[in-house]
């Protein structure tokens, strides 16, 4: 049985200063029934942990003794760690790490998501870890309602079906994401909702994103190999060239 439920449920009543029976006729159930989960002899039916949490203005969570601070402490600086070794090119060490804390933690997206991360980068040593990350990710579409999150799944499954070969699939994700007049920098950098030196670094960020993105799309066109110079017009790659070098001279 559960010792934390017994404490908590105890420490309520006692911090609210109501007896045992006062508990029993709000809930509609024996005073009996509260003494032995105080004292550990019994637990409620789960169709009554909601409406207890309700009484006492808490959630299940706590009255199971699952404190949610610290079990997002936990979660979080296990990412931190496996992001350090990530960024030493350790994603081998930071598996292990991440599925055991995925057990403790099950279905949690953030866990998946950087579990999924360093499987993906593992393919040379294990192509198993390469689809178990894509199962991975496609489980956090399936469950997740946060738009961040599922945009930036979608993101990796281009790039991951991209490097299986699959292009099909990578296309089908890609034309999935939103439109670039739909995107956050975009809109906050155009729609006058921020005004002065935070407006200023805005903008100024964005240049440098967009910057960066605009010479990204020149190199296709420099590249004397990617494109023909038919499929290149009107461009061709001295005019490539001349645009990055302008726009290097405008980013810097």
Known sequence: MNNSFSSTIKNLRKQRGLTQEQIAEALGISCQAISKWETNLSFPDITLLPIIADYFGVSVDYLLGHDISKRNEEIDATCQYADKLLESND????IPLLREMLIKHPGNEKLMYKLAWALSGTIKESPDNYEEAILLYQKILEISTDTEMRTR???DLIYRY????????????ARSLPAFELCREYNLGRGNLLCGRELSNYLQANILLFGNAMLECLEYFENEKILSPEEKKPYTSDLAKEK??????ILS
């Open 162 to 173: 991209y490097t299986k070969g699959e292009i099909d699939r990578a296309l089908s994700y």
């Open 91 to 94: 994603a081998i060490l930071a």
């Open 153 to 155: 799944v979608t993101r």
């Open 244 to 249: 990055m070098e302008l726009l290097k001279k």
